[in-house]
């Protein structure tokens, strides 16, 4: 199985600062086929099902503010908030879909300081 | 609107049966393939089963192979989770989600994803 881990587990940011979480795949999620990375990105609210920000560890889902932006390859990924919004106060956790089971990290929580 | 609302969750004993369902609406349910991930408390995701768009292909997470069966009716833009044997750590909320890799009988990425049905699992 593919083990994700994430760091840090919870981060404060001040308003309109910029956030960084590290997501972390214990063997390479890259499909040298296609070239892609098999990677994707969800924000979860309380109270409120998960939402999808990213897949193929770049590509922003429609709808999804620009300020959210992913990146990386192989086994190494990040998500960045380059501006940090109230409504953005979240738990964020990263999902491989290379290879069954497909698992996720166990989320980072992302607070306002 | 893209819609997926689950039901059928509650508290069942230790050894005891649910049958989750999730209602699809706003898009064309036979086109997708769809998925059950759950959240036990305070924990993370973790998937636990897929089925393609023509229920030709169906995977299932290791914990709950063998007693948990994913199936859909496409007639009635319906997705079920058919949970037996079920165990304390089978407490979680359940939540059914469209996979977005279309064309494509593996799973992708998930969106939506409906608000979650809760099943406890105690004595």
């Known amino acids: 199985d593919i083990v994700m881990t994430q760091s840090p587990d919870s981060l404060a940011v001040s308003l309109g600062e910029r956030a960084t979480i590290n997501c972390k795949s214990s063997q390479s999620v890259l499909y040298s086929s296609d070239n892609k990375n098999y990677l994707a990105w969800y924000q979860h609210k309380p109270g409120q099902p998960p939402k999808l920000l990213i897949y193929?560890?770049?590509t922003r889902e429609s709808g999804v503010p620009d300020r959210f932006s992913g990146s990386g390859s192989g086994t190494d990924f990040t998500l960045a908030i380059s501006s940090l919004q109230a409504e953005d106060v979240a738990v964020y956790s990263c999902?491989?879909?290379?290879?069954?089971?497909?698992?996720f990290g166990p989320g980072t929580r992302v607070d306002i300081k | 609107e893209v819609q997926l609302v689950e039901s059928g969750g509650g508290l069942v004993q230790p050894g005891g049966s649910l049958r989750l369902s999730c209602a699809a609406s706003?898009?064309?349910?036979?086109?997708?393939?769809m998925n059950w991930v759950r959240q036990a408390p305070g924990k993370g995701l973790e998937w636990v089963s897929y089925?393609?768009?023509?229920?030709?292909?169906?995977q299932y997470a290791d914990s709950v192979r063998g007693r948990f069966t994913i199936s859909r009716d496409n007639a009635k833009n319906s997705l079920y989770l058919q949970m037996n044997g079920l165990r304390a750590e089978d407490t979680a909320i359940y939540y059914c989600a469209r996979d977005l890799r279309i064309g494509y009988d593996y799973v992708g990425w998930f969106d939506p994803w409906g608000q979650g049905t809760l099943v406890t699992v105690s004595s």
């Open positions: 706003g898009f064309t349910f036979s086109s997708y393939g």
């Open positions: 193929w560890a770049s």
């Open positions: 089925i393609s768009s023509t229920s030709s292909r169906m």
């Open positions: 999902q491989q879909y290379y290879s069954g089971p497909f698992t």
